[in-house]
């Protein structure tokens, strides 16, 4: 089992720039999110996706769009990228039911700069 | 709007010390309490909470939930420099919003041997 995997781990990107963050797990969990952490701070949710098909907004969704390629991927898509977002992203599963929750499992990070 | 409020935001103690992290919230239709380790990667799970009074305990720490004043609170004895880290507290709410976790800012504890 390899839990959740991200890709890339590290990028630099330029003001204006596009890039797709990768995620993908291995559990059979229904739910997927993203999430971005600041220095000093906590995590902010981005997007997340309740099951396969569905995609809802957090937070902080702006300069954001995500798609739940199915039930294993989540993907994060900057259209834009502005240096304001630059950051540490994480992707997180979990499983959840009607009534009763588990906790989230999350993957390594990618660490991105935007200049 | 969800908020959680985790204080203090940092703490410096010596090993073998005694620590308590706190952990307040406001949020609509609650469900449960997490609690989560996280050492410069991602954050790692250690207890969930969703009934006021139980106590959850994992070798040195514990955790428990008071529903009526909304916190929490996280118990770590005889503190060892593997548990330097950052703690994070999240709840999730019930409905429409399941499926969401709010996080607070987190405390940084750093033991020194």
């Known amino acids: 089992n390899a839990g959740v995997t991200q890709t890339p781990k590290f990028q630099v990107l330029k003001t204006g720039q596009s890039m797709t963050l990768q995620c993908a797990q291995d559990m059979n969990h229904n739910s997927m999110y993203w999430y971005r952490q600041d220095p000093g701070m906590g995590l902010r949710l981005i997007y997340y996706s309740a099951s396969e098909g569905t995609t809802d907004k957090g937070e902080v969704p702006n300069g954001y769009n995500v798609s739940r390629l199915n039930k294993r991927e989540f993907s994060l898509r900057l259209e834009s990228a502005a240096p304001s977002q630059t950051s540490v992203y994480f992707c997180?599963?979990?499983?959840?039911?009607?009534?009763?929750?588990?906790?989230?499992?999350f993957g390594p990070g990618t660490r991105l700069t935007v200049t | 709007e969800d908020k959680v409020v985790q204080s203090p935001l940092s703490l410096v103690v010596h090993e073998g010390d005694t620590v308590t992290l706190n952990c307040s919230y406001e949020v609509t239709n609650f469900r449960s309490l997490l609690w989560y380790k996280q050492e410069k990667k991602a954050p790692t799970f250690l207890f969930m909470l969703?009934?006021?009074?139980i106590e959850k305990k994992s070798g040195r720490l514990s955790s428990i939930l008071d529903k009526k004043e909304l916190f929490s609170i996280l118990n770590i004895t005889a503190t060892q420099t593997g548990d330097s880290a950052v703690y994070l507290c999240?709840?999730?709410?019930?409905?429409?919003?399941?499926?969401?976790?709010?996080f607070g800012d987190g405390t940084t504890l750093t033991v020194k041997p």
């Open positions: 997180a599963s979990s499983y959840k039911g009607p009534g009763y929750s588990y906790e989230q499992y």
């Open positions: 999240a709840v999730e709410a019930r409905g429409t919003n399941a499926g969401k976790s709010t």
């Open positions: 969703t009934s006021s009074g």
